[in-house]
Nanobody, 115 residues
């Protein structure tokens, strides 16, 4: 069994920053990729950013230049540094781990960008 524990969400003003963390534990024998999705009210879940085991990254166009994804392989932790936040970034953010067979998901953390 795999557990993902997220932290770092909250309320921030437009233009502010937040850093999300997601630590994985349990029966993880290999990780192909880790990343973040988000889901805003009334919208479909969308990929925000992903990083492979080799360090290659992929970002949604809407967050390029503002968000940075990174990972600590020793700690099996993925981070999402979010800068210049906008109200449209408001959503529940979910981390995931892909082990080559399936995704495992975190419980989600709320990010609210509002003045």
């Amino acid at each position: 069994q795999v557990q993902l524990v997220e932290s770092g969400g909250g309320l921030v003003q437009p233009g502010g920053s937040l850093r999300l963390s997601c630590a994985a534990s349990g029966s993880i024998f290999s990780i192909n990729a880790m990343g973040w999705y988000r889901q805003a009210p009334g919208k479909q879940r969308e990929l925000v950013a992903a990083i492979t085991s080799g360090g290659s990254t992929n970002y949604a166009d809407s967050v390029k230049g503002r968000f940075t994804i990174s990972r600590d392989n020793a700690k099996i932790t993925v981070y999402l540094q979010m800068n210049s936040l906008k109200p449209e970034d408001t959503a529940v953010y979910y981390c995931y781990v892909h082990n080559g067979i399936r995704n495992y998901w975190g419980q989600g953390t709320q990010v609210t960008v509002s003045s």
